[in-house]
Structures are given as C-alpha cells and as structure tokens.
C-alpha cells in the first residue's frame, strides 16, 4: 500500500489525521469525483494532510475550497515523453504543461544522452528535482540507438546498470535495436538482464509474428510506435501494454483509439513522445489526448483511467494516479468533463496552475549543463553529390508520421553532379556529424518539405543529434551550418544567403535556455518562415529532426549515409550502384 513508503512517524500523523483526531491542510468540498478503481464518479469531498489524500471528508481543516460541483481527477501521467523534444529546461516544460494537468511523466532521456553520456542524463535528473510535476526517468538502452550512425557517447551494459540505481529512475527506455535483439546481441541482452523486474520500454514499428514474439521473450513490455489498429490489436494480444502516441508530427490517436475500452484500458495508455514548445502551448499536453479520446467516442471513465491509474500501475508509480486514501495528492479540478476544461491544478495538495497558467514557484535560474563544443569545420563540409547513376534513392516524407516512403526518382543533373529540384519537390538533405570531427556528411534526396528557395538546418536529429539540412542550394545550407556552429546548436531558416528566423539551442544543441514563451515564439517565427520558402508541413523542423532516425522505416539518413531500415544496412545513393554491388 502507499503508506508503507513512508515513515511510520508521518503515517502515525497521517492516520491520525484521517481519523478526525488532526486538522487537514486542505477540504476540496462538494466535487464530483473520480473514482478510478470502479471507473465511475461519486459526489464528496476530498481532505489532504502533508501532500497526502487522507479521506473523503474532514471534521476540520485548515482550509477549505467549494468545489462548486466541478469534477475532480487525478493528475494526468505521460506514459513516455522526451523532456529533449520540448526544448526546454525541466523547470520551463513544466511550466508549460501544469496548466494542463500533467502532474507526473515517464521520461527516457536517450536524446540527451546520445550527446553527452552520463553527464547528460544526470543533468536532466538533478534540473527535475524539486519541481512541482514528478519526473520519472527510463534508463537508455540504445546510445547509440545503432551503429549506423555516430553519435556522441556511447552507453554499456554497466552503464545502465549504474543509471538503474539512481533515484527516480524506474526502468529501462525504449529498446530500438530490435534486430540486436533478435540477434542475441551480448551487450543487449546485459541490459534486459539488469532491468529484469522492472518496467522496459519496447519500440517495435511494423515488427509482426514470430520476431515480435521473440522480442517480448527478451524482455520489452510496451510499445508507442503502433501506426495501425492491426498492429496495435496484435501487440495488444501478445501482452503488450500499447501506448497511443500523440506527438507534434507522429499523430496515431485516431487510428488506435478503438482499441481503448473498458476492457483494455489497463493496457492502454496515453503518450505524447515528441512534442514541440509551439504545440504545447497551441494544443496542450495529455489533456489533449484524453480530450479527443472523448470526443472520438471513448467514455470519460475509460480515457481518464488511461491516463491516470493504469499508468501508474504499469510503471510502478506507488501511491499516483488516484484520489483514495493514502495515494498523493495530485489533483485536476475540470470546469467541463467533456472537453476536459482545466480550471485548477493541485501537485501534493499545493495550488499549481490556475485557469491557464502556472502558479507554482519554479527554480529562476537553471543548472549549469556540461559543455559540449560544436566539432565541425565548416570549411570542409561539402555538399555537392557527384553523378554515379540514372536513378536514385529517395526518401518520402509521409505528413503527421515519422515512418518514410523509399522513393525512386530520376534527378537533376548538371556538369556531373546531382542538383536539387524544387520544381519536383527534391530537395539535397545533409546529415553533418558533430560531436566527434569525424569530417562525415551524409547526403541524400527527400521530397515532401515542399521548399522553393533557401534550406532549414537544425543540431536536433533523431537519436545521435547530429546537425541535419535539407535545401534547394548548397550555398544556402553552407551558411545554415554556419550559423548552427556559431550559435552552439539550434534551428534555423535561410534564404539567398541571410537568416530568416533562429531559435538558439545551447543546451547540447537540444534545449534552450529561455523562457517558455520565448521559445515558443522563436519557433512561431521557424515555422512562418519556412511557410514564406513553400514548406507545406505543419511542423518542419519536427520531420526534418526524424529523417535521421535509423530505426524507423523505411528510408533514412544518418552521417555515414542512406539506410534502408527494413534490411538494417547502408545503401547507395544511386540504385545502379546498389544492383553492381
């Protein structure tokens, strides 16, 4: 029970408390309450002492608020979340998402941690601490996520092992390299075996039949990259815990969300994976997904308890996700059940956000991150591809996923050498490598950015973070990487030469060290001026950040080239070469 984690000098106080003989700090009166056990509400009061909810009722307390017959809830949990994609400081992405009624979250810091190692993950650990929303981390499994690529550190077996001892971290983050897994790969298998009995993180897209079984035996027990309702359902079947993914560019709510009932809601949880400051503050956090779960027809008792008790009990979250004696008091007043409207937010009894906007004292200044020097010489990098072929490969970029189409395109050439094509909408796309001066570039095509003049470059690409372009021009990417090594990571927009919008990133080249709003409106600014160059998608640089990311079908670009993900190898560029070879 909750209570056996704590000292029994508290809980002597607490039942005291519960049983009249103390005054409660706080009486949340006449509600309309959650119960997420029986999946139904009940009219009461709810009394809470030291952060903890002590009873459906006191005989006195220090204060008391009329709830007015407003509906109470526990406090939304994201099952799996990279604190990374929000580009903000962990005291700035709660700020942002209190309001919303996200109280705790699931974190695996992998983003991070591919560019600066333990150091890394510690950083993310020591700026969470004490903060209002409880941040749980997932020890990473794949840094790098594989060897495809280069990425900035590179984390063991012991590795992991240490990071699983340390406070607040929970579990083992998601296991990409499903071929190492199906391989028996020694280091990976080590780490399934120090996380044995804890929660780990599956990341499984499209696996299917007698490889997903042999995955699941390994040891992964959830997965958040189901993009079908068949996959969804037979992961389900096997004994997956699915996690309905609701990011800034992977969107698989609607298509999953059949598969939420009363029945499989123990199973089925909510999570955001990828969000972007722009769509925290235009759409929300999990109270978007439980909102449109509503409104696509699941009941409010089901998406509720999705978002709330099952989570908690399936990452081991003891006393979260509830309102009943005993379990922490981290509260949601709703002024309308339906639309999920968020009219107060309580983290361990204390006022947090109110109509909109956090309340909560946060830390003014944070952590001072580890250092990392941007090592690239910019004089060097090349971005001209010679002409080896009629026929290349090109990668599709398929709107509101992060899975890609493997294209086959006849390019523009001239003098030798491959050109991008705006008319066509085939662009060069460039993936710099950054942490160790390697000298790699990976170049490729890509259609879909839509871009009629200039380039957009950005240091956040999926997992190794690497700096990754895509442009009509070579000169106008050149000035891009430029800009990105001056400013020590971050994003950007060019055009004929000049800077048409940057959002800085100094933080590994992943956070900025701003406020919410400023970054918010600097990413305002990326993705109007990526519009004015012909860019059609609704996140840009969302999408451009997974064109880099080689465990996710089917064709991508990593430093050290094309890979076709399904057959987990490089290829040529030019499809001449490939049937040569």
């Known amino acids: 029970m909750p209570l ?7 809980a002597g106080t607490l039942v005291r408390i519960a049983r009249g003989e103390a005054p409660a700090d706080l009486l949340l009166r006449n509600a309309q309450v959650f119960d997420a056990f029986s999946g139904s509400f009940f009219e009461g009061d709810v009394a809470v002492a030291e952060g903890t909810i002590v009873g459906f009722g006191a005989t006195d307390a220090r204060r008391t608020v009329d709830l007015e017959g407003e509906t109470l809830v526990p406090g939304f949990i994201d099952a799996h979340l990279h604190l990374e994609s929000s580009q903000l400081t962990p005291a700035e992405f709660t700020r942002a998402v209190l309001p919303h009624g996200t109280t705790a979250v699931v974190a695996d810091p992998h983003e991070i941690a591919n560019v600066l190692g333990l150091a890394g993950i510690r950083y993310l650990l020591d700026a969470s601490e004490d903060l209002p929303l409880r941040a749980f981390l997932m020890a990473p499994s794949c840094v790098p996520a594989t060897l495809l690529e280069t990425a900035g550190a590179r984390l063991s077996s ?44 599956g990341h499984a897209p499209g696996l299917s039949g007698p490889d997903l079984w042999a995955y699941l035996v390994a040891g992964p027990q959830s997965d958040h990259e189901c993009t079908t309702l068949a996959e969804a359902k037979e992961k389900l079947q096997a004994g997956m815990h699915i996690l309905i993914r609701e990011g800034t560019t992977a969107r698989n709510l609607v298509a999953l969300l059949p598969l939420l009932t009363s029945a499989s809601s123990p199973f089925v949880h909510f999570s955001t994976d990828d969000r972007g400051p722009e769509t925290l503050l235009s759409e929300g956090h999990i109270d978007d997904l439980v909102r449109k779960a509503i409104k696509g027809g699941a009941p409010p008792e089901v998406a509720l308890a999705a978002a709330t008790i099952h989570t908690a009990r399936a990452y081991g979250l003891c006393g979260l996700g509830a309102i009943a004696p005993g379990y922490r008091a981290d509260l949601i007043v709703l002024s309308d059940l339906v639309s999920v409207r968020v009219a107060q937010v309580y983290a361990s009894g204390q006022l947090v956000a109110e109509a909109g906007r956090c309340v909560a004292a946060l830390p003014a200044a944070a952590l001072p991150p580890p250092a990392h020097p941007m090592r690239v010489d910019a004089h060097s990098v090349s971005f001209r ?48 490598e950054r942490h160790a001066g390697t000298g790699n570039v990976g170049l490729g095509l890509v259609r879909g950015f839509g871009l009629r003049r200039g380039a957009l470059a950005s240091t956040v690409a999926h997992d ?19 800009v990105l090594l001056r400013a020590g990571g971050g994003q950007v927009v060019v055009a004929e030469g000049r800077v048409q919008a940057l959002l800085p990133l100094p933080i590994a080249g992943l956070l900025s060290d701003r406020p919410l709003a400023d970054v918010a409106a600097a990413a305002r600014d990326l993705g109007r001026a990526a519009r004015t160059l012909g860019c059609a998608l609704p996140d840009p640089f969302m999408a451009l950040s997974f064109l880099a990311l080689p465990v996710i079908p089917r064709l991508k670009l990593t430093d050290r080239g094309l890979v076709d993900v399904e057959r987990f190898r490089h290829v040529p560029l030019f499809v001449e070469a490939d049937q040569r070879g």
């Open 464 to 482: 190794s973070h690497n700096a990754i372009l895509v442009g009509t021009n070579d000169e106008d990417m050149r000035v891009a990487l430029d």
């Open 385 to 432: 591809i010679p002409l080896a072929g009629g026929v290349t490969r090109v990668i599709g970029v398929i709107p509101s996923q992060v899975a890609t189409e493997d294209l086959r395109v006849v390019p523009r050439a001239r003098d030798g050498e491959v050109w991008a094509d705006p008319s066509r909408d085939l662009l060069k796309l460039a993936v710099v």
């Open 158 to 201: 012991r590795d992991v092992a240490d990071i699983l001892t340390w406070k607040r971290v929970i579990g083992l983050g998601e296991v990409m390299n499903v071929p190492g897994v199906l391989a028996g790969d020694s280091d990976l298998r080590d780490k399934l075996a120090c996380a044995k009995g804890r929660p780990i993180d």
């Open 4 to 10: 056996s984690c704590r000292s029994m000098d508290k």
